[in-house]
């Protein structure tokens, strides 16, 4: 009786505010902005995913040359994406949102990760024959840095 008593207890204060009953349907997201280097652009970013109700879960970020890219995997409601492209777009930043696929179970290779590092004088081509090759050996890529 006394736990019944305490559960109806907290649920009052819940409904009273609405949130007893709300219906969250986040689904999980990629977001891809990327824009000028500066002062202050993953905070804007952090700050507009957190203002339309949006959870980081895992980023990515890098500086090539002078611009900014950072690759975030979210969870937001579907009716709060247009307001975040809105606003990463008017803060002068180029921006794709696109639902994230499953992750897949790790696969046994993902025990052996190894580094390769090539020196030498690159060529043109370089690169792309490199890579060719450890796909066509079924080897992936997670983190490649030229």
């Not at 002062?39 to 980023?59: D, M, N, P, W």
């Not at 696109?98 to 696969?107: K, Q, Y």
């Not at 580094?115 to 997670?142: E, H, K, S, W, Y």
Request: with cysteine; charged share 25%; net charge positive.
């Amino acid at each position: 009786f006394f736990v019944r008593l305490f559960i109806q207890m907290i649920r009052a204060p819940l409904r009273h505010v609405g949130l007893w009953c709300r219906r969250y349907t986040a689904i999980p997201l990629v977001i891809q902005a990327s824009g000028v280097d500066r002062v202050g652009l993953v905070a804007t970013v952090a700050t507009q995913v957190q203002t339309c109700q949006g959870h980081i879960r895992e980023s990515k970020m890098m500086k090539i040359g002078g611009d900014f890219c950072i690759m975030i995997h979210a969870v937001m409601e579907e009716s709060h994406q247009a307001k975040l492209r809105w606003e990463l777009e008017s803060h002068g930043m180029s921006v794709s949102i696109r639902r994230s696929r499953a992750a897949e179970e790790p696969d046994i290779r993902d025990r052996y990760a190894r580094t390769i590092r090539l020196t030498g004088i690159g060529g043109d081509g370089m690169l792309t024959a490199v890579t060719r090759m450890l796909a066509d050996m079924d080897i992936n890529i997670p983190l490649l840095i030229p």
